[in-house]
């Protein structure tokens, strides 16, 4: 079935520093979302991608999806310590759009 | 409040035992999704509501899972009998559309479920 890997699994970066992390699929998806999710909270909807080489971004953040549609990036510019947290990739399955297939996520810490 | 609740935010129960999560979408949101998020991982759907049907329950891992939303509001996730591979976080989403509905699932904060 299709599956959404993310790498880095985990990053411990210094605040003031660029982060890139990216998922990648075997299958093509149409639609990439990436979200984030604090300790103890639901995930939280960052971008949303919606065509083949798609650039969009929202403050700090930027996202792309992949020219194949098997892949996406999110990049966070200029870290601050409220950044960390759980993102997910995730995107709707082929058959069921309402089913929502999510990575196993890249955690981020940041130190002040 | 303007968001999707959850209660309760923790749970442990003693294998065997029956629980009732329960799930307040955001007023007047047609659809709502159970997901369960394992130690580690994303999460996977369970099930899906859109207003009292349930539209799709391929999720649900066995049949000691039940879900129901009677009046097309409220929803509550059952697992009877549960097993320690049921520990895991249960995250309940609404949204107000019926048609590709990938942009606007809002997440509650989700249940934690320890079974011992």
């Known amino acids: 079935g299709q599956q959404l890997n993310q790498s880095p699994q985990s990053m411990f970066i210094q605040e003031g520093e660029d982060v890139s992390m990216n998922c990648t699929s075997s299958s093509i998806f149409n639609t990439w979302l990436w979200y984030k999710q604090d300790p103890g909270e639901g995930p939280v909807l960052l971008i949303a991608l919606y065509k083949a080489g798609e650039l969009t971004s929202n403050g700090r953040l930027t996202a792309q999806f992949g020219i194949t549609r098997k892949d996406s990036f999110l990049n966070i510019s200029a870290s601050i310590p409220s950044d960390v947290g759980i993102y997910f990739c995730?995107?709707?399955?082929?058959?069921?759009?309402?089913?929502?297939?999510f990575g196993s996520g890249t955690r981020l810490l940041v130190r002040p | 409040g303007a968001g999707v609740s959850q209660s309760p935010r923790y749970k442990v129960a003693k294998r065997g035992q029956d629980v009732a999560l329960r799930c307040d979408p955001i007023s007047g949101h047609v659809s709502l999704f159970w997901y369960q998020q394992a130690l580690g991982q994303g999460p996977e759907f369970l099930t899906y509501f859109q207003n009292e049907a349930q539209l799709d329950k391929s999720g649900l891992p066995s049949d000691r899972f039940f879900a129901e939303r009677p009046e097309g509001s409220v929803s509550t996730l059952k697992i009877q009998r549960t097993q320690q591979e049921d520990s895991a976080v249960y995250l309940c989403?609404?949204?107000?559309?019926?048609?590709?509905?990938?942009?606007?699932?809002?997440f509650g904060p989700g249940t934690r479920l320890l079974v011992l």
């Open positions: 995730a995107g709707p399955r082929m058959d069921s759009s309402y089913k929502l297939i």
């Open positions: 989403a609404s949204t107000a559309l019926t048609g590709p509905l990938e942009e606007t699932q809002y």
